[in-house]
């Protein structure tokens, strides 16, 4: 708390404003959740503080990364929980609720990611873009692809690994 008292709340609005769009799309370009994302920006000012102190300079383009840098970390970090929790089917629902209920801009990105992603899917061998689009655009488990595709499970593991390779390469 003595840390913000510090900083003055005209600059630092300014600066919030000026980097919160940036911060937000980079959060939630690897989230997809608009709240999740939101949370990330916050964090990432809070969690930035002593060095806005510092550099309280709205063009500081040395700050700018750093922030968005953090976000980007902290992003990350939120997406490996998150994938590392066990999705139940009532909690499968609940986040497709979710989906419904986003602001507008949050949809047009999530759209827009989408549409990239299938384009993407297409530069594939089939193989690999039929797993890829199973576990991310159907949300599948690991489980239920294998048994979709009459593969084993650890056959599945690595196709997808594979697949994910060749999609970051393109």
């Known amino acids: 708390m003595k840390k913000m008292q510090e900083i003055d709340p005209i600059k630092f609005e300014k600066f919030y404003s000026t980097y919160k769009k940036e911060m937000y799309y980079t959060a939630f370009t690897i989230l997809k959740d608009y709240y999740e994302a939101e949370d990330i ?27 968005i840098k953090t976000v980007k970390n902290l992003s990350i970090n939120k997406y490996k929980v998150n994938q590392k929790s066990i999705v139940t089917h009532t909690d499968f629902l609940r986040n497709r609720e979710c989906e419904n209920t986003l602001n507008p801009e949050a949809m047009i990105l999530m759209q827009e990611d989408k ?14 873009a039929h797993i890829l689009y ?37």
């Open 115 to 128: 549409i990239k992603f299938l384009e993407k899917l297409k530069k594939l061998k089939v193989n690999y």
């Open 134 to 170: 199973l576990k991310y655009f159907l949300d599948l488990s690991n489980l239920e692809i294998s048994k979709r595709l009459n593969i084993s499970l650890g056959n599945t593991k690595t196709r997808l690994l594979r697949a994910r390779k060749a999609y970051t390469n393109i």
């Open 41 to 67: 920006c916050h964090n990432a000012f809070v969690k930035t503080i002593d060095k806005l102190n510092k550099n309280m300079d709205i063009n500081n383009t040395e700050m700018k990364y750093y922030l």
